[in-house]
């Protein structure tokens, strides 16, 4: 049996958007609760997330946007200090606290030491429990509760840091992607390869902008057998036409039937059967190889047993 990795750090349960946000601190400990309870959290390898370097950051987003994340920072520090309001807004769902900054320089760091310990053998794969989520962040713009696309950092951080031919990233969030395929579409080492709701929020991703981009749209109300033909019909014949030597999992379980974030009908059972069905593309062409991030999910009890049986099929549970 090959290790699994658990990365997540303090400093993603600070980042906080203001009273009854749903990107909320209490998604990770619902999760941490579900693992505990069911076992699970024994079979993984628990690894502390690191900072990324802002060098890394800027594999995948311009220093504008990051410069302009460090300002807002500093800005909201002082108004704090003056005794202003702890959250400044980015965009209409998204704001930033104090801790903000950190937390996305863990969130990315997590998806980057992932991706060193995989391809070091040390281990098989990894899931990211992190916080801010990252793919709905453009090369030049945070939004939709990200701020750093975690997954497009990671995706990049391993095409250039260790010179690997072919990424793939893989969205089953019930949101497209619109970040990651902003900074991938086009670059014809990485596929990126989705299905989401639609038309639903970032309302984007009904055509390809890319011959290296894969999207599925489905209409509200999807559900399993939807889901399976999705995966079936496009994603794999794709994955195995491009062999990907690692792939990451945008891992966002807001298509949950019981998350009202969206309005598709997956079960635990679907993310369990979608992760097996990419452990088998990873064996054939990855040696195994998978690192996942956490991204959407808001309806804690559904998001923490969807996370369980997506870590009991890495594990091999
Ligand atoms: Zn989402």
């Known amino acids: 049996m090959g290790k699994t990795g658990y990365f997540s750090h303090q400093d993603c349960w600070l980042h906080e958007m203001g009273p009854g946000h749903p990107e909320c601190p209490g998604r990770l400990d619902a999760i941490e609760d579900r693992l505990l309870v069911t076992g699970v959290a024994d079979a993984l390898e628990r690894c ?30 002082e108004e704090v200090e003056a005794g202003g309001p702890p959250y400044t807004q980015v965009d209409p769902d998204t ?36 916080r ?11 939004m939709g509760f990200c701020f750093f696309n975690n997954v497009a950092v990671a995706a990049k951080y391993a095409l250039q840091r260790h010179n690997l031919n072919r990424v793939a990233v893989v ?14 579409a086009g670059d ?14 970032p309302y984007s991703g009904a055509d390809n902008p890319a011959p290296n981009m894969c999207n599925v749209p489905l209409p509200a109300g999807s559900g399993g057998e939807e889901f399976r033909d999705a995966v079936m019909g496009a994603w794999l014949p794709r994955l195995e036409e491009f062999k990907p030597q690692l792939i990451f999992i945008s ?9 009202d974030m969206g309005s598709m009908k997956l079960f635990e059972k679907d993310y369990a059967w979608a992760t097996e069905q990419l452990k088998v593309v990873a064996a ?16 804690l009890s559904a998001l923490a047993r969807s996370v369980g049986a997506h870590l009991r099929s890495l594990a091999d549970l």
């Not at 990324?52 to 800005?75: F, K, Q, V, Y």
């Not at 937390?103 to 053998?121: C, K």
């Not at 969205?171 to 991938?184: K, M, R, S, Y």
């Not at 891992?251 to 998350?259: K, P, R, T």
Request: net charge negative; proline share 3%.
């Open 48 to 77: 502390e997330a690191p900072q990324a370097s802002l060098a890394d950051i800027e594999l995948a987003h311009n220093r504008l946007h990051i410069a302009a994340m460090r300002g807002l920072t500093d800005w909201l520090r």
């Open 188 to 201: 014809e080492r990485a596929l990126m390869v989705s299905f989401f709701q639609h038309p639903f929020y």
């Open 284 to 299: 054939k062409y990855a040696e195994k190889r998978i690192v996942s991030m956490l991204e959407g999910g808001y309806v």
């Open 171 to 184: 969205d089953f969030d019930v949101h497209h992607g619109n970040g990651t395929e902003d900074i991938l």
């Open 95 to 130: 704001s930033m606290n104090l801790h903000t900054w950190n937390a996305a320089l863990r969130a990315a760091g997590a998806a980057m030491a992932a991706t060193d310990a995989v391809l070091a053998g040390e281990l098989e794969n990894a899931f990211c429990a992190v």
């Open 251 to 259: 891992a966002g379980f807001d298509a949950h039937y019981e998350d």
């Open 132 to 142: 801010p989520p990252g793919h709905h962040a453009t090369r030049d713009k945070a």
